[in-house]
T-cell receptor, first 110, second 114 residues
Framework: TQLLEQSPQFLSIQEGENLTVYCNSS?????LQWYRQEPGEGPVLLVT?????EVKKLKRLTFQFGDARKDSSLHITAAQPGDTGLYLC??????????FGQGTRLTINP | SAVISQKPSRDICQRGTSLTIQCQVD?????MFWYRQQPGQSLTLIAT?????????ESGFVIDKFPISRPNLTFSTLTVSNMSPEDSSIYLC???????????FGQGTRLTVV
């Protein structure tokens, strides 16, 4: 059983459209992280959310942590081809090791 | 922050052989982590490597298949032993820096076993 369920797993949209990616679990987390991985690179941290109901913005990306701290979402406004990549949610277990969701492979078509 | 260099970046290997992947960090870190990313999939932790002690392996991964060395606080190696095509994956090393739990990753080693 996957601890973190991400959806959708694949998403292909046109440039300029909006999209939302979800990360859900049956467990409560103290914090959750979102990473983006581009081909040939390792994942890069986008944001860490800690407080239930928290909303963080990173340019056109908006991250939300659910009130019950069991789910999170990533919303991208006016998607650009540079947003293409694998988006991963992750939680920290124990001493700094990460457990990742299955990932959402996003393709933005020009 | 941390800058991580992995070598090789990619390799094609014959089944039955072994490959050692190197990971160099630009600062001293207590723990280093090795992940596997199978084709089209997410990352799965293989093991945690501490300097001066044996690595701690996750369920489904064993030392005989993935021996790890950690000779000092800036370097680690992962060996993929007796390879089969099922070992074809991207292998990534990672370190965690700071209290916020931010992880930094190397660029990965893309391994193809033929």
């Amino acid at each position: 059983t996957q601890l973190l369920e991400q959806s959708p797993q694949f998403l292909s949209i046109q440039e300029g459209e909006n999209l939302t990616v979800y990360c859900n679990s049956s467990s409560v987390f103290s914090s959750l992280q979102w990473y983006r991985q581009e081909p040939g690179e390792g994942p890069v941290l986008l944001v860490t959310v800690v407080t239930g109901g928290e909303v963080k913005k990173l340019k056109r990306l908006t991250f939300q942590f659910g009130d019950a701290r069991k789910d999170s979402s990533l919303h991208i406004t006016a998607a650009q081809p540079g947003d293409t990549g694998l988006y991963l949610c992750a939680l920290i277990q124990g001493a700094q090791k990460l457990v990742f969701g299955q990932g959402t492979r996003l393709t933005i078509n020009p | 922050s941390a800058v991580i260099s992995q070598k090789p970046s990619r390799d094609i290997c014959q089944r039955g052989t072994s490959l050692t992947i190197q990971c160099q960090v630009d600062s001293q870190v207590t723990m280093m982590f090795w992940y596997r990313q199978q084709p089209g999939q997410s990352l799965t932790l293989i093991a945690t490597a501490n300097q001066g002690s044996e690595a701690t392996y996750e369920s489904g991964f064993v030392i005989d298949k993935f021996p790890i060395s950690r000779p000092n606080l800036t370097f680690s190696t992962l060996t993929v032993s007796n390879m089969s095509p099922e070992d074809s994956s991207i292998y990534l090393c990672s370190v965690g820096v700071g209290g916020g739990g931010q992880a930094f990753f190397g660029q990965g080693t893309r391994l193809t076993v033929v």
